[in-house]
């Protein structure tokens, strides 16, 4: 006769019958995350608000406002990549060197360094185990993602300028004549191909413009609207996540062993000689 596979149900059963084990791990797990974050050196943290909005009516027509997630996503993307790029990196560091702050690269990271979204307002939030360091770092970085995105959707404004004088030309040299063509679109040219050229540096100009931008649209509206303020006391997130992660995995060993161990009373018979 076959023994019956251990079920789901009866694993339950008998890890339940050694609660006390359950608990008892638990709590040990929990005590070795409090005791490891109290040898922890304490971290400081201090963030900076940003206003981050597309206009949207600059981008999509008008059934499809308000723009979806996923649509808004694909303009706001590049915007949250600028943050991490190596060039807002590098600058960063720089700044934090002439300034005295103790931050080299390997110290710019998602965890140190990160961003919270709540539609608009983006926080950028700096970690340090100093909080006079947290709060210049934290503005240090907003600014230079500022420059950054100034830069580059003033490229993206000047891909849009040259495109739209490009198209104004193309429509009006579509629609008339020579001289009326010359003075919609407010050009004099003499010759289609002195107009071919025309276009063809107007295009290049916008393509090289777009790639300065580096993805970031004309249509975005930003700014800093909340400074960094010098924290008075250690973050807690860190202190709290690592407590319960160490009671969770106290009380899945206290689940797994006990549900491994035999019944109080069960002998061992050993396997008959051959």
Known sequence: MHNRELSPLDALQKALRLWWLIALLGI????????????????YESSVTLS?????KELAAADKLPMSYALQEQYLGPVLALFYSQDVEDKLVAGAEERGLDLGHADFNS????IERLYSRWRIVVRSRDPQTAAALADLWADTVYA??????????NAERLKMEADLVRRCFAASDFPAANACAGTSFATLAEMDAHLAGLDAQSAAEREAAGGITFALDFSIAERAAVP???????????????TAIGLLLGFILSASLP????????????
């Open 28 to 43: 040990a797990g929990g005590l070795l995350g409090w005791l490891f974050t109290r040898f922890q050196p304490p971290r």
């Open 148 to 157: 950054a995105l100034s830069d580059a959707n003033g490229h993206a404004l």
């Open 52 to 56: 981050v909005a597309l206009r949207q």
């Open 232 to 246: 008075t006391e250690p973050s807690l997130f860190s202190r709290s996540l690592t407590l319960s992660a160490g």
């Open 263 to 274: 019944p109080a009373g069960t002998k061992r018979h050993d396997q008959p000689k051959k």
């Open 111 to 114: 965890q140190d360094f990160r």
